[in-house]
């Protein structure tokens, strides 16, 4: 999984790309991104290049050192769990 966010206080933009399995999906449009005050989740949400959309949870759990992911796409979920691979850089400028 790979997902580059920036968001400047009036749009947000970035790429996303989840792999797992048979399952590849990639959005370059990004409708929301919302980040927690003290940067520890993150809500972001797109339609992806098929016209599918998606919302995006990412929390970075800092006692446990792991990162949690939840993905839906279209509504139905599609991975719950521990970040095993990937880069995930979220910007939020205010």
Do not use: C, P
Not at 49 to 54: A, E, L, Q
């Amino acid at each position: 999984m790979s997902a580059v966010l920036k968001g400047d206080g009036d749009r947000e933009r970035g790429d996303f790309l989840y792999k797992n399995g048979s399952v590849t999906y990639h959005s370059g449009t990004m409708t929301t991104l919302s980040v927690s005050q003290d940067g520890s989740y993150a809500w972001l949400s797109g339609v992806g290049d098929d016209g599918r959309t998606f919302v995006a949870h990412v929390e970075n759990n800092i006692q446990s050192g792991k990162m949690k992911f939840t993905l839906w796409i279209n509504g139905a979920q599609q991975d719950n769990g521990a970040v095993k691979s990937g880069t995930i850089q979220i910007q939020k400028n205010n």
